[in-house]
């Protein structure tokens, strides 16, 4: 039907020629306004920079305490696993898992296949690879969570404060810088370049 190129804006499904955009330009949807691509050809090096420190912060996060509560001198420490794991034994199993997965593992894995593929296009090395790892991560993309365990920490902070001392670790802080580097990842993550790379690394 088409004898030329043409893409699909993902908010209302307009087809359209590639646009041709200089570094710095925004291409816009015609019909909804919605971003097509915005070129910056350093995207590619803070992308990976990025995913990078997001993942060794998140390992960071593992190793000290979320949180300390002292209730009239009784003194107790919680971190990351713990969370989920008092959960699984507070008879919440399926909770705990589903906790675990979206505020940890899903995102690990996104910031691990990103880096991934951007290693491999700088390489070449596996590119038979890079169409199947850039599926999997829009796939995943929209059911990590990293933001709402923040917020939950914040609002359980808020209200746990007037009968217990509560102090935030430093595995609270790292989450907290995670957070910010996941969320940096999310705005460059840019569908129509990531095609566009796969394309140029194939010709
Ligand atoms: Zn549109």
Not at 1 to 11: D, P, Y
Not at 101 to 116: E, K, N, R, S
Not at 135 to 158: D, H
Not at 162 to 178: C, E
């Amino acid at each position: 039907m088409f004898s030329e190129q043409v893409i699909a804006c993902h908010h209302c499904d307009l087809l359209m020629a590639p646009p041709h955009v200089k570094e710095g330009e925004c291409a816009l949807c015609p019909r909804c306004k919605h971003k097509i691509t915005r070129l910056h050809h350093s995207n590619i090096n803070q992308l990976l920079s990025y995913a990078a420190t997001g993942l060794i912060i998140l390992f960071v996060t593992t190793q000290f305490n979320l949180m300390t509560f002292n209730l009239g001198g009784n003194v107790s420490q919680i971190d990351l696993w713990q969370s989920a794991i008092n959960m699984y034994f507070d008879d919440y199993k399926v909770l705990a898992v589903l906790v675990l997965f979206f505020i940890f593992i899903l995102p690990a894995l996104i910031l691990i296949l990103i880096v991934a593929f951007i290693l491999s296009i700088k390489t070449g090395i596996g590119c038979w690879a890079q169409t199947s790892i850039l599926r999997l991560t829009f796939v995943m993309m929209p059911w990590a969570m990293v933001e709402v365990f923040l917020v939950g920490i914040l609002v359980s902070l808020v209200k746990l404060v007037t009968i217990a001392q509560m102090d935030l670790g430093w595995s609270f802080w790292a989450y907290a810088v995670f957070c910010f580097c996941y969320a940096k990842v999310l705005t460059l993550v840019d569908r129509y370049q990531f095609w566009h790379w796969i394309d140029e690394a194939h010709r």
